[in-house]
Structures are given as C-alpha cells and as structure tokens.
C-alpha cells in the first residue's frame, strides 16, 4: 500500500452518545470530527490526530442499525507495554465498562475484552502484533 492510505472503520449505530463515550472515554480516542443532519445521517470520526487510521459511528434517522452479527467480531487493539496496556484496562473500567469473556478464549490468555452499546467487542491486547509468518499471531 501507498503510505497515504488511511484505514477507516466505519459503523451504525442506535446510541451515538453511548458509542462516543465507549470509543473516546472509555479508549481514550479523541473526536476528529462531527456531522448532523448530513443526508439523514449523523456521525462522528474518533481516533488519534495524525494517525492513519479512525472509526466512524453513524445513526441514521429513522432506521435500526441493530446489534452485531456475533460475539467475535472484535477490533484488537496491541499494547506491548505493561504500564499502557494496565492503565488502558483500568481507564475502561473506571468510565464503567466491565470485562466481557472473549468468544474466543485466545483472547483472554493476553487480554482483556469490552463490548459496547451495540454488541461489538474490542481487546486490549497485551502483546505486540507481528505478521503471522513471524510466529506471532
């Protein structure tokens, strides 16, 4: 990929406010932007400034987005480094978001699994990421 790309992941949602909170409380991901009222739907971008990645919530007027299809649907997020990785966990516990088992119990060996408003889940991974082929998974 050009290093230009920027990587957005974007989902509806029911409660914005409750899926703002979860994302930018809870994780600690800053607002990048808002809209209202864009073509019936509203919407706020959430991530790091200058990162190549965010998330975008929408709701749309008048339509359910539902819940998510299953318990395995997750973003995972890797904090290699202990201290981060400890006060990531507490700063979600402490905006009250409790741990949920993970679906996949890989995921609790090294982490610690959220769910939000609307059923997704994240992991706060204690690990670094490295491609498979480097046997890290």
Excluded: C
């Amino acid at each position: 990929m050009k290093k230009n790309v920027v990587l957005r992941v974007a989902r509806p949602t029911n409660d914005l406010e409750a899926t703002v909170r979860f994302y930018r409380d809870g994780l600690g991901l800053d607002e990048l932007a808002r809209f209202e009222n864009h073509d019936g739907f509203d919407g706020v971008m959430l991530g790091k400034a200058g990162e190549a990645h965010h998330f975008e919530f929408t709701r749309a007027h008048g339509h359910d987005a539902g819940r998510a299809p299953t318990q395995d649907n997750l973003v995972v997020f890797y904090l290699p480094d202990p201290d981060d990785w400890q006060a990531a966990v507490a700063r979600m516990k402490a905006h009250g978001y409790q741990p949920v088992p993970s679906f996949n119990p890989y995921w609790d060996r090294r982490g610690v699994t959220f769910e939000d408003e609307d059923g997704y889940r994240i992991v706060l991974q204690n690990a670094a990421w490295g491609a498979p082929s480097a046997g890290v998974i």
